[in-house]
């Protein structure tokens, strides 16, 4: 079992940054890609950003110039520095990791934009 604890998200005006942090523990093997993803009331998750064990990336449009990924392999964590955020950017977010072909999630952090 993989557990996926998220932190880091809030309340923020328009323009303002905030910085989500997702940490794996349990029983780790190897962890290929871990990312971001979210979901807004009524329409479907999806891919924010993900980073690969190697450092590549790959971001929504949405995200590309304000967010950046992190990670740190050796501790088993990813984080997202969100910039720049918009009102369109409130959703809960989920951390994501990809470990064997399975996929583990976090519980979800909200992050709310007011404009």
């Known amino acids: 079992q993989v557990q996926l604890v998220e932190s880091g998200g809030g309340l923020v005006q328009a323009g303002g940054s905030l910085r989500l942090s997702c940490a794996a523990s349990?029983?780790?093997?190897?962890?290929?890609?871990m990312g971001w993803y979210r979901q807004a009331p009524g329409k479907q998750r999806e891919l924010v950003a993900q980073?690969?064990?190697?450092?590549?990336?790959n971001y929504a449009d949405s995200a590309k110039d304000r967010f950046t990924i992190s990670r740190d392999n050796a501790k088993n964590t990813v984080n997202l520095q969100m910039r720049s955020l918009k009102p369109e950017d409130t959703a809960t977010y989920y951390c994501?990791?990809?470990?064997?072909?399975?996929?583990?999630w976090g519980q979800g952090t909200q992050v709310t934009v007011s404009s």
């Open positions: 994501n990791a990809n470990m064997l072909g399975y996929d583990y």
């Open positions: 349990g029983s780790i093997f190897s962890i290929s890609v």
């Open positions: 980073i690969a064990s190697g450092g590549s990336t």
